[in-house]
DNA sequence: AATTAAACGAGACGGTACGTCACGTCTTTTC
DNA sequence: GAAAAGACGTGACGTACCGTCTCGTTTAATT
């Protein structure tokens, strides 16, 4: 959906209104925490910006791409503000990645990200397109931290040669994700705790040598 | 969502129609696959099905609500008709887990039972009312039999004695319907083996005794 | 623009809501009054009858159009409540007419009626669709008035026995409506009679027998 | 309309692109006759002219003056083309009156002058600012020619002293443009020749000495 | 010729109203 | 007397133009 129709003629990127840009995506974030992501409209956004509902029409094709890009600047506010100097990397990776998780897992249950979080999750979940931009571009980035980190590791010597990290990245995402997401049961640290070390250690019983 | 106001009279159940109940279902499992869960209309369903508006909110609080009973029906269809016999215990457990999740693989593609899954989803990422009777519905008795056979792997000794059950069902369920849900990598009978595997025996290095 | 396209499913006029349609029709003779048909605005409109936008679409294909109905509405009120008892006939065809043509020009210069006429004058201008029903509706059975005392006229001989009726009709209403409409000069009741005895005696000098 | 809020500063008239006000009256003509006054915009008018919307809004303050402006543009390259020498004198005023009044039948049934005709009417009718510079720099300079014919015709003896010349103009112009403007009946040259003898003559029998 | 100021083309902007769609409620008609 | 049919008030949709407001770019009068 970042594409238009061939026969639409491209608005020009250059006199764009960059303050009218930040109101819209300010206010869809505060709306959607507001309101919920069903009950967002479109001309609520433009109101509470105070902007033209063709404004946000010449820039995005939906209220979830707004939302998309909101969250894209609000993960580089978050970055930014936060003092992010990179995925933790102090050779334990059980305990740099309990870090990580813990993280994720505060920011999960912290409503200013959850709002537009589970906002894209549910367009994504029917809207292919704008499912794709999502994981490319706000998920793709977060994962490769994660690879990146088990790479290291791999080369370390501490996981097994042929790991393929992208399940790996996946076996500790996913289940964080489904339980925020499906509310089977509350996120926790210790959930994330333990799920690092079943990630790494396995749940079968080791026999001993 | 599955409780009315005090106030408004209950429908007598027992008056029922229960040949406009099926049609309303099917209606809505045809349409959602036909046109997508945003489009989507609950004059559609009743059109299509042949009856008045009224009836389906008589019954039903929104189409999200209708949707799930109707997987409820589909589901209940397809455990008949696959001539399901219970989770199987061969006693070998990764075999067993490679079976069933292959199986859930195979569902997640098949667009039939797609379709109305991501409507659930999409649905209650941003309804904890209609999340909490699809989890509590539809997912939890699936998620419970898994869990069963991991107990009795446990007690046969295959599993670590302190391992937690519900975490690793959802080690298992959770990467798989992570990445059916994100589009990070395609979904194949191979990515759930290697899961079955990484999830047994973890990732790290084994070393040698 | 009565009638509706083929395609669409006409509204059931057995099932309509009488109130609502009189409300619509008040409100649009309230607000051109108000604000010109200029900026009279459908929206406007259902707010001022307490209606929603739809209920007047389903009836009217456009603001004129409900216009015409409330100025049809609005002639059999006149007609009514101002005890019309027929086109005078005193047997004075010239004190007749002069009646008549004074009442209109009292009528032009009522903005309660003149709001509404100038709009349907202006739509009709540029729509041949609502200019025919205009003039087949409202217009003609009021020239159908004149041209019965003319014929009664003609027929008692005070009349050319070849004069064209219509024409002569024409003649009576032409120009006050052209000095209506085009503001030439200001319509008064003098202004009606000389018109009348003129139309009747002619503009030529009368040579002496 | 024609004047500017006394804070505007006045654009300099000596600087206007004449092929630019030229483009935009041609456009205007072309698209009134094309898609109709209600549908045509200065959007369309300024991209088909391939001017900036600016500069219609710097020297006009409504699409309606644009065709007026435009309107008279025309008239007056009717009036070179047509080789015009002034109102016809040939002694016989009927047959002056006749051969004019035919020509003003013409006009109106010519599609190119009655697309701009009837919207400048129908904005007209509802803009009494409109109208007033309509009436004053479109209609008065014609009739003005009828009434001086007229004049020389009372002078001459042809017709009533007392009689009123502007009434007198407009009981021949007012029928043609009603029968015109509501469609009672077709306009042709019979109808014109016989609205002047009725004029002249009157429709009252004539008594004989 | 160089300067300069205004008109110009283009088009993004904050708005308003459009005509349509679906909502969820309510009423009418039919079987 | 349940339920189909569908009219209703409501409100958001996405579009079309409005009239205003910058932007560079001509263009024509003044240095």
Redesign the pocket.
Known sequence: MSSRSPD?????P????????R?ILDASLTLVAEVGYN?????????R???????????WP??AAVLLDASLALADDAKTEGGWTGFPDTGDLAADLKLVLRATVDQFNDEKYEAPMRALTAAGATDPDLSARFTEQLLKPQLALYEERLRAAREAGGLAPDVDLPLTVEMLVGPLTYRWLMGTAPLTHAFADELVDRVLGGVSKVTEG
Chains 1, 2, 3, 4 share one sequence.
């Open positions: 639409a003629k491209a608005p020009d250059a006199r764009r209104n960059d303050r009218s840009r109101a009950k967002l409209t479109i001309e609520a956004i433009a109101a910006a105070g902007v033209g509902k063709q404004t946000i029409y010449r820039w939906s209220k």
